[in-house]
């Protein structure tokens, strides 16, 4: 089994990622990367900091890993568009061609 076979969870997949290309990717790499995997990573650890380690909150240490997560997620919002658009051409490209091998000549 390939991974561009034309199964439903493939073309759910592609669905999905179509919807999330048509806003782009400075949308993605700032909002699904910096403000969230960032956000989230900041939230979990300052949580985890507090609540389980008890520590106690300064704002210069709260600023400067608000800025490492939030650097942090841009790196793999950039990184994930940049291989989920190169996966996503290759099955489309791989889709186009296996729709024209399956035209029958008139």
């Known amino acids: 089994m390939s991974y561009f076979d034309d199964s439903e969870t493939l073309q759910y997949h592609r669905k999905k990622w179509e919807g999330m290309h048509t806003l782009g990717a400075a949308f993605f790499i700032l909002i699904v990367g910096g403000l969230g995997l960032g956000g989230f990573m900041f939230i ?4 985890w900091d507090v609540l389980v380690q008890h520590e106690h909150l300064d704002t210069l240490l709260l600023g400067l890993n608000i800025t490492i997560y939030f650097v942090n997620g841009l790196f793999w919002g950039a990184v994930t568009w940049h291989f ?3 996966r996503y ?8 061609s296996m729709n024209e091998g ?3 000549p008139s």
């Not at 979990?44 to 949580?47: A, R, S």
């Not at 051409?89 to 186009?96: C, F, P, S």
């Open 102 to 104: 399956s035209r029958k």
């Open 84 to 86: 989920s658009e190169k």
């Open 44 to 47: 979990v650890t300052t949580c």
């Open 89 to 96: 051409r290759a099955a489309t490209k791989l889709q186009g």
